[in-house]
């Protein structure tokens, strides 16, 4: 069901950036469907640019969430979960991540994830 591993993402395309597991960048208190997110939406910094006011903050995290969910497994979770957090819990991402995938649905993936409810 995973299918991008932001872990070997940053290891092949930026070997010389250190993950440090502090506040800073993936905190180790995190759970791993909390890890996972924050560390793609990091690598979503580095693939689009810092912070752009025109482009907003959202841009990383589309990217990561792009990523992390696709849609095949988005439509699968949904039609097995009953809500957000379950379906979160499925994909394993953070709620906010999943949300991220949400709002970046294309009108044709839309209406399949409503079919599928």
Same mark, same amino acid.
């Given at each position: 069901?995973i ?6 993402h940053r ?14 960048l993936?905190? =180790?208190r ?5 890890r996972?997110?924050?560390? &793609? ?9 810092? +912070?752009?006011?025109?482009r907003?903050?959202?841009? $990383? ?6 990523l992390?969910?696709? +849609?095949?497994?988005l439509?699968?979770? &949904?039609?097995? =979960? ?5 379906? &979160?819990?499925?994909?394993r991402v ?12 294309s009108e044709?993936?839309? &209406?399949?994830?409503d079919? $599928?409810r």
């Open positions: 069901m299918t991008w591993d932001p872990w070997a290891v092949e395309w930026y070997p010389d950036v250190r993950v440090i597991e502090t506040v800073q993936v905190d =180790s995190l759970t791993t469907a909390e996972r997110p924050t560390l &793609a939406y990091e690598l979503g910094v580095l693939e689009l640019g810092p +912070f752009d006011q025109d907003g903050d959202g841009a $990383a995290a589309g990217w990561a969430s792009w992390l969910i696709p +849609f095949d497994d439509l699968a979770a &949904a039609q097995r =979960s009953t809500g957000l957090h379950e379906a &979160a819990a499925t994909l953070d709620v906010p991540m999943l949300r991220a995938r949400l709002r970046r649905l044709e993936e839309r &209406a399949l994830l079919l $599928a």
